[in-house]
């Protein structure tokens, strides 16, 4: 054991097994000692491989890893780590002693602090930044605040997250506007397969055009910086939405570096944040003309707190979103987004060449990162799902649509960066043995 694994794991091994008592996390220390131990490493000869499991045991440390399952679902929703979870913990009950002061005098005020934190880590003013709930919570607020009116073309596809579509669906029913939606083919190792798609769909009468930054339904990465400057370039009254909901604290990139006019993602996927957090990102020039999904004092303010008037919020888990982002920090999103990859090409690489496995992401990773998915041939995807978590214990996420979604059907697997090689290497025996012995017609569903 090295030097500097030493010192995390005496650093850590206090937050790893501390239960949730007040004296063990009324000690704000504990994470500058966490982000110190790993920075301490230097990256390019010891702390930047995403091979090097000595680092990432250490990392796995600061989760409270369940022995019960393997959680292999991180797309859905991210654990966070211990210290952010007992920061959590720690600022409810300061509003318990007293919540109307605690709530509204003390942590409330925390808000712009943490605005400038996030507008650090996504490379953005402050004033383009709400702070809400989740992806799809400031993403209809994109989508229904948006100035359109009945004939103006809305460019979509078949593979956006379904909420996102239905959302269009209604203002389509609302205002009469026209959604023209595409049909992507994935798999794509190829740029301008996406941007050639998206430019050709482009007339007098589009919009806006909505992209999804990472496909959450197999992992497929889209090359939005090139589509929007490709659509804008073919009609410059165009504005562009990022569906960010998995690439951000993902993969590395600041919002500026996408071309987009609104954006929005989840803290509690990637960034590990509190439950029922969320970003959303309108460019300066846009607030006013954006209507706020809930009601505000002067909707057609250029402040972008207009669209936080949520009323009554969780106080706590948005201040910890805070500690969320210096332990994301202290890994580092480069080191972050190699390690995400390497453990989705592990499991991957063992299983694609498998009889009957079917694998529907690529390797190559400018198209891929952490998400990947299976299939098997001649079993149901309801059938695999149950027969990994029943039998198995892993958590996954079976994803079966059969609409206007193309009919995808696949198991989507989402490690996260405490995952371990052993839990991919059970994860490799299931799907294997679930390929040579099918689940019996009375597996329940």
């Not at 956006?160 to 959302?167: C, I, K, Q, S, T």
């Not at 397969?193 to 909505?210: G, I, P």
């Not at 210096?326 to 499991?347: M, T, V």
């Not at 079917?358 to 299939?375: D, E, M, N, R, V």
Request: charged share 25%.
């Amino acid at each position: 054991m090295t030097a500097n694994r030493r010192l995390f794991m005496k650093n850590m091994g206090g937050a790893a097994l501390a239960t949730l008592a007040i004296p063990n996390f009324l000690k704000p220390e504990k994470l500058s000692m966490i982000t110190q131990s790993i920075r301490a490493r230097d990256i390019a000869s010891m702390g930047g491989d995403p091979t090097d499991e000595d680092f990432w045991a250490t990392v796995r440390q600061a989760y409270s890893v369940s022995s019960e399952i393997i959680n292999l679902n991180n797309g859905g929703v991210s654990p966070q780590a211990i210290h952010t979870a007992e920061q959590q913990y720690r600022y409810t009950q300061m509003c318990n002693e007293g919540p109307a002061y605690f709530m509204w005098q003390i942590l409330d005020q925390g808000r712009e602090p943490l605005r400038e934190k996030l507008s650090q880590l996504t490379g953005t003013s402050p004033d383009e930044l709400a702070i809400n709930r989740n992806s799809s919570e400031g993403l209809v607020t994109s989508i229904m605040g948006i100035p359109l009116k009945a004939g103006d073309e809305v460019i979509i596809a078949n593979l956006d997250y379904p909420h996102m579509v239905a959302a269009w669906r209604q203002r389509e029913k609302r205002d009469g506007i026209k959604l023209v939606s595409l049909t992507l083919e994935v798999p794509q190792e190829n740029d301008d397969y996406f941007v050639n798609l998206y430019k050709a769909a482009v007339t007098s009468k589009t919009k806006v055009v909505h992209i999804t930054h990472i496909l959450h339904y197999m992992g497929q990465i889209l090359p939005v910086r090139k589509i929007a400057d490709a659509v804008k370039a073919a009609n410059p009254t165009i504005v562009v939405i990022s569906d960010s909901a998995h690439s951000f604290a993902h993969i590395d990139y600041k919002i500026p570096d996408l071309n987009c006019d609104y954006w929005a993602a989840s803290l509690h996927k990637w960034l590990c944040a509190p439950f029922g957090t969320g970003l959303l990102y309108v460019k300066k020039e846009r607030i006013a003309e954006t209507w706020p999904l809930l009601t505000s004092d002067d909707p057609t303010s250029s402040d972008i707190r207009k669209f936080e008037n949520l009323g009554t919020r969780s106080f706590p888990a948005e201040q910890a979103i805070g500690d969320a982002i210096d332990f994301h920090n202290a890994i580092g999103i480069k080191r972050k987004e190699a390690r995400l990859r390497y453990l989705k090409n592990y499991w991957v690489e063992r299983v694609k060449d498998y009889p009957k496995v079917k694998i529907h992401i690529s390797l190559l990773p400018q198209y891929s990162c952490a998400l990947g998915s299976f299939s098997i041939d001649g079993i149901k995807v309801g059938d695999i799902s149950t027969e990994l978590a029943t039998k198995h214990k892993i958590t996954n996420t079976p994803i079966d649509y059969n609409d206007y979604q193309k009919n995808v059907q696949v198991i989507r697997i989402t490690p996260n960066v405490y995952t371990s090689l052993a839990d991919l290497d059970k994860l490799v025996d299931a799907i294997k043995h679930i390929a040579d012995n099918p689940p019996s017609a009375d597996v329940k569903k």
